[in-house]
């Protein structure tokens, strides 16, 4: 990262935490063998594998014959999803999902819908929090086999009601599926799921692990052959990393959590004053400590995220020019927020105050000049 | 007879853009209706009403959306 760059985009890849690069270089020298095989080196990889296993089970609080590594985040969603329900063929084909769920859930959703299966999805409210009561009548569907909820949402940072999401799941036997990419190693996790998928470079980790967790007596049944079967065809080192980096970025979450919640609210404070006609959106309290999202009316999302880059900022954009497909976030047109001029700020634990400082000192002018520019500033 | 602002084809914002500059030629109580299809249209153009105290009515049909001059 050079100097002058502010990297604020976190909550789509993590930079790479000191401790994965130490325990990637580090297995890279030692765990380079086949861990299937018997011999001593076979074996020694194995041992990092089993190690790295455990100390990722213990974060999470599960046991360690209840977490596989996938090959990233995605994998792991649409495993847990596509598993979750084929697991449970027997009782119905009925899927839950919140209208906010990560793209993974909602591909793996229409495959499923694809395949004649049913999908029920619940909606929410301004502040992006899923519909409890709608989402407990959904669940209580005859034939309803699995729900998911995002543990928070990804785009605006809005906490979900998880457990109790889960308590009406349990009172008619649905698995519960939590996608828990932006909370893993950042807060506490919620109780109550049945199944929880994350992603390594979320947190810290390098790219490509993806974690999956299915509680015992879930049932589920891998979709296609079992990516992790015999443990020949991950990514040893990067798990290995994955897990130190894990252990690393838990240990400082708290604090990192607390120095975020500072400068999130002075961001989502600041830009309301001193920016007119923006809408920060997202539940102000209950939220994600590290992220933001607001958008400026009658700005255009490309042309300021391309501004932002300009002065060194690197920010992500719900607005539908800057996606591939043209389409606003569904989590903003689920939520009715205004989808243009979109940004979302998200830290990590070496972003600065001054970083921050800079960003909400030039931001003002940025999308005044851009507002000048398309003439807009009386409307 | 109600007015209506043709953005077909436009990307949002502008459709938005065209609506703010269009609506306070309108009487109050008036109703303005917009044509769009850019696929952003159909939340920004309620959001904003919300933003600027204005009436949105609804959606007509695809790609059209009501909105009435309310302040």
């Known amino acids: 990262m050079g100097v002058s760059e502010a990297y604020f985009d976190t909550a789509s890849a993590a930079p790479l935490h000191p401790a994965a690069r130490q325990a990637l270089a580090a297995a890279l020298d030692d765990g380079w063998a086949d861990p299937a095989r018997l011999y001593s080196r076979a074996r020694r990889a194995r041992q990092l594998l089993d190690a790295a296993r455990g100390a990722t089970a213990e974060v999470l609080g599960v046991r360690p014959d209840e977490l596989s590594f996938t090959s990233g985040g995605t994998a792991a969603a649409h495993t847990a999803v596509l598993g979750g329900l084929a697991g449970r063929e027997r009782v119905g084909r009925g899927f839950v999902h919140s209208a906010i769920e990560h793209s993974a859930v909602l591909h793996a959703a229409e495959r499923h819908a694809a395949a004649g299966g049913t999908v029920r999805e619940v909606g929410v409210d301004r502040l992006g929090r899923v519909d409890l009561a709608a989402f407990a009548d959904a669940v209580a569907e005859p034939g309803t086999a699995l729900a998911a909820l995002i543990s928070a949402s990804h785009e605006v940072g809005t906490v979900q009601p998880v457990e109790a999401a889960a308590e009406a799941c349990a009172e008619h036997g649905v698995p519960l599926y939590v996608d828990a990419a932006q909370s893993v190693g950042r807060v506490p996790l919620p109780f109550g799921w049945s199944l929880l998928s994350a992603s390594a470079h979320k947190w810290g980790g390098p790219p490509g692990v993806g974690l999956l967790v299915v509680r015992k007596g879930t049932r589920f049944v891998p979709p296609g052959p079992s990516e992790e079967r015999t443990d020949r065809s991950t990514d040893l080192p990067a798990i290995v990393a994955a897990a130190a980096s894990l252990r690393a970025a838990h240990a400082e979450a708290a604090a990192l959590a607390e120095r975020h919640r500072v400068l999130v609210d002075r961001i989502r404070a600041t830009v309301a004053a001193t920016v007119p006609d923006v809408e920060v959106v997202g539940d102000p309290d209950d939220r994600l400590p590290h992220l933001v999202t607001f958008s400026c009316l009658y700005v255009d999302g490309e042309a300021l995220l391309h501004a932002l880059d300009r002065r060194g900022f690197a920010v992500s954009s719900g607005s539908s020019c800057t996606s591939s497909t043209l389409t606003p976030s569904h989590v903003l047109v689920a939520m009715g927020v205004l989808s243009h001029g979109n940004v979302r700020v998200s830290l990590h634990r070496d972003s600065t105050e001054a970083d921050v400082d800079r960003f909400l000192a030039e931001l003002p002018g940025i999308v005044a000049d851009l507002r000048a520019e398309a003439g807009v500033v009386d409307l | ?71």
């Open chain 2, 1 to 71: 007879m109600t007015e209506v602002l043709d953005c077909r084809g436009q990307r949002c914002p502008l459709p938005v853009i065209a609506l703010a500059r269009r609506l306070p030629d309108l009487p109050v109580g008036a109703t303005l209706r917009v044509l769009a299809d850019d696929p952003a249209a159909a939340t920004d153009i309620p959001a904003w009403c919300r933003m600027r105290g204005q009436q949105y009515l609804g959606s007509p049909s695809p790609h059209a959306f009501d909105v009435r001059r309310d302040v």
